[in-house]
T-cell receptor, first 115, second 109 residues
Framework: NAGVTQTPKFQVLKTGQSMTLQCAQD?????MSWYRQDPGMGLRLIHY???????DQGEVPNGYNVSRSTTEDFPLRLLSAAPSQTSVYFC??????????????FGPGTRLTVT | KNEVEQSPQNLTAQEGEFITINCSYS?????LHWLQQHPGGGIVSLFM???GKKKHGRLIATINIQEKHSSLHITASHPRDSAVYIC???????????FGQGTRLTINP
């Protein structure tokens, strides 16, 4: 199993450009999430999904869109990049355990710089 | 005030010392996670627990639901344990995790 994969690893965008961060998992996990990590802020949830076709907003959803058309893939779209979106982005997946997410598996991260 | 608070924020110790990292939370939870983030940036899950204690090698995690507190202990610490340790909780009835800000641990040889 490859686990959770993310592409690209690094990206530089100009303000106003759009792009999609890709995330895929091959563990048949129901839950998938996108986080951003900024210095001194910890991990913050952007969007999450509890299954194919179901997504919901997290703590910092503005400026980002997601969709979950398959169990495996959960892309994150930046609609019009802003310097405030400079961050490290992590995708994670979890198998359902009980009524909610179980152990988390993280992708390697994408370091995004917006100039 | 954050729902999840970790202490200390930074910890430096000598190889071999017993390490304790604390996590306190202010909401009802259904599970608590401990994660490790290496200097290279990768994040791995260490423990998920909802009661009592779990042990894996030199790592021990405990949780006291009544006191809303969890601890991560490392016995016989080693420089390779140097990392950021992150506590996260699943709030009761919610489908998502809330994270602490992390504790940066440095073990000197």
């Amino acid at each position: 199993n490859a686990g959770v994969t993310q592409t690209p690893k690094f990206q530089v965008l100009k303000t106003g450009q759009s792009m999609t961060l890709q995330c895929a998992q091959d563990m048949n996990h129901e839950y998938m999430s996108w986080y951003r990590q900024d210095p001194g802020m910890g991990l913050r949830l952007i969007h999450y999904s509890v299954g194919a076709g179901i997504t919901d907003q997290g703590e910092v959803p503005n400026g980002y869109n997601v969709s979950r058309s398959t169990t495996e893939d959960f892309p994150l779209r930046l609609l019009s990049a802003a310097p405030s979106q400079t961050s490290v982005y992590f995708c994670a997946s979890n198998k359902r355990q009980g009524a909610g997410p179980g152990e988390q598996y993280f992708g390697p991260g994408t370091r995004l710089t917006v100039t | 005030k954050n729902e999840v608070e970790q202490s200390p924020q930074n910890l430096t110790a000598q190889e071999g010392e017993f390490i304790t990292i604390n996590c306190s939370y202010s909401v009802g939870i259904s599970a608590l996670h401990w994660l490790q983030q290496h200097p290279g940036g990768g994040i791995v899950s260490l423990f998920m627990l909802s009661s009592g204690k779990k042990k894996h090698g030199r790592l021990i995690a405990t949780i006291n639901i009544q006191e809303k507190h969890s601890s991560l202990h490392i016995t016989a610490s080693h420089p390779r344990d140097s990392a950021v340790y992150i506590c996260a909780v699943r709030i009761q009835g919610a489908q998502k995790l809330v994270f602490g800000q992390g504790t940066r641990l440095t073990i000197n040889p």
